[in-house]
């Protein structure tokens, strides 16, 4: 019999919340079957839909918290539709043609012994603020044993047409043959896109050389995809296979996130790739209000580009789903964060890794049958990348407005920069850290700021 301490009441206090993109720890210590049991009732319940669609990527926990969401929406009346291993771009697609609710259980980019649960609202938009809380509510309340009694019991199924749903649909949107004569490499991150990405590129007519797309349950994320490029980039440059391609790209995990590799085996971050994105659908006069949406991350080179351009930019805090609000308020149709979450709002609901890539590809087939430029070129061009150094301060406890608490000394670091740099001084969303992120004319002297941020940082809040 379990002692007090692991009574649920006794952990209500560490009981996961929702961050900037869905629910995400330790699997089954942190992120535990229990927890993933009570999620699935409180969602069921908050969000009231007869119908839910639930995915999942290939890690080893995934089953299991599988399971425990959808037996505890369909213990509140739920009918569960299982999907099986599918990107999450899939389920918010799905989530949107059959205006359900979706989940998918995932730890994104992270290693294997995390896991997650991102839900997306009926009509696969992310959840707000307001139904996330309502769901944190409900959450404590099963977990302290407050469990009414459903009218109904709902059921579980499996499905089988996810993947051919989702793959349908994008070479239906792009076109069989819109690809031919590009030879591409992709590196799926030993995770969801394994099976699919390689499908929709071959429909659309690519050559494609496919790597780390043999999942096991431990190896996602673990070297290769979005986060860790350099196996791909040495594979396109030529270490060791002289193959030649036109471009490579590598997925996260869960398939939401592109990074892309010129042919000279160099990364192409997504601040370059949205960017490209951005020049492209002016020229074609699909740019809506002539507006880009990106974080605070993103480089100041970015915005010099945009200005230079006449291209207006919002900026959000980080999070693709304060990306998405702005956008929806503003009508705007392209926008995404350095980190390779790219948004094209009027082709889907939420990021999606490979219909970014395939965006990106057609371009580069265009500009390479239109005057022989390369993608190399392309992404060269397209704008100066400011050196940045990113430190992190450990707190015990995150300043409430960090910003606020430093405005003196980063008011000093910015003067001596001018319009050739940029500070930006925050808590993390996720962990106990201050983030303080420099830009400047040279890696030394963004390195230099950043340091005398740091030590003040410490001085002050640790």
Do not use: W
């Not at 969000?47 to 918290?65: T, Y």
């Not at 009926?122 to 404590?140: N, P, Y």
């Not at 993608?375 to 450990?394: E, G, I, R």
């Amino acid at each position: 019999m379990s002692g007090a301490s692991d009574s649920p009441q006794s952990n209500m206090s560490i009981v996961p919340s929702f961050g900037t993109d869905g629910v995400r720890g330790v699997a089954i210590s942190e992120i535990t079957p229990e927890y993933a049991l009570a999620l699935g009732r409180a969602v069921g319940t908050v969000l009231g839909s007869p119908r839910l669609v639930i995915a999942r990527d290939p890690r080893v926990s995934g089953p299991i918290l599988e399971a425990a969401f959808s037996a505890g929406a369909a213990a509140v009346g739920v009918r569960v539709e299982q999907l099986g291993v599918v990107p999450t771009p899939a389920v918010a697609l799905i989530a949107q043609r059959e205006n359900v609710p979706g989940v998918m259980i995932t730890a994104s980019h992270n290693k294997f012994s995390d896991n997650g649960v991102k839900v997306f609202a009926a009509g696969g938009r992310k959840l707000t603020d307001a139904d996330q809380e309502l769901i944190e509510s409900e959450v404590h309340k099963v977990l302290s044993g407050v469990t009414p009694t459903p009218s109904d019991v709902g059921i579980i199924v499996r499905r089988s047409d996810a993947v051919t749903l989702y793959v349908d649909h994008l070479v239906e949107l792009f076109g069989e043959g819109s690809l031919a004569g590009l030879r591409v490499v992709i590196d799926s991150a030993n995770g969801a896109m394994s099976q699919v990405a390689p499908l929709v590129l071959q429909r659309l007519g690519a050559d494609v050389i496919s790597m780390n797309d043999a999942p096991n349950g431990r190896n996602i994320n673990d070297a290769c995809g979005a986060t860790s490029p350099q196996t791909l980039c040495d594979f396109v440059s030529g270490t060791g296979t002289g193959v030649s391609v036109d471009i490579g790209f590598a997925f996260d995990g869960d398939g939401d996130r592109l990074i892309a590799v010129d042919e000279n085996g160099r990364v192409v971050d997504g601040d370059r790739l949205i960017a490209l994105s951005v020049i492209d659908r002016s020229e074609h006069n699909t740019l809506a209000n002539n507006t880009v949406v990106v974080t605070v991350m993103s480089n100041l080179g970015f915005h010099q580009a945009m200005k230079q351009l006449g291209v207006n930019v919002v900026t959000t805090t980080v999070g693709d789903r304060y990306v998405l609000d702005a956008m929806e308020l503003g009508e705007f149709v392209i926008g995404g964060e350095q980190s390779g979450h790219i948004i094209h709002r009027d082709l889907a609901t939420t990021g999606d890794g490979l219909l970014a890539s395939i965006v990106l590809a057609q371009l580069v087939r265009r500009r390479n049958e239109k005057d022989g430029v390369k993608f190399s070129q392309l992404a060269t061009s397209v704008m100066h990348t400011f050196p940045q150094v990113l430190k992190n301060v450990k707190v015990a406890v995150r300043p409430h407005d960090v910003a606020r608490l430093l405005a003196h000394e980063i008011a000093a670091e910015e003067a001596l920069l001018g319009e050739n740099g940029r500070v930006l001084v925050r808590a993390s969303g996720t962990e106990p850290l201050i983030r303080v992120m420099v830009e400047a004319p040279t890696a030394q002297m963004a390195d230099e700021v950043a340091d005398r941020l740091v030590a003040i940082a410490v001085n002050k809040c640790v």
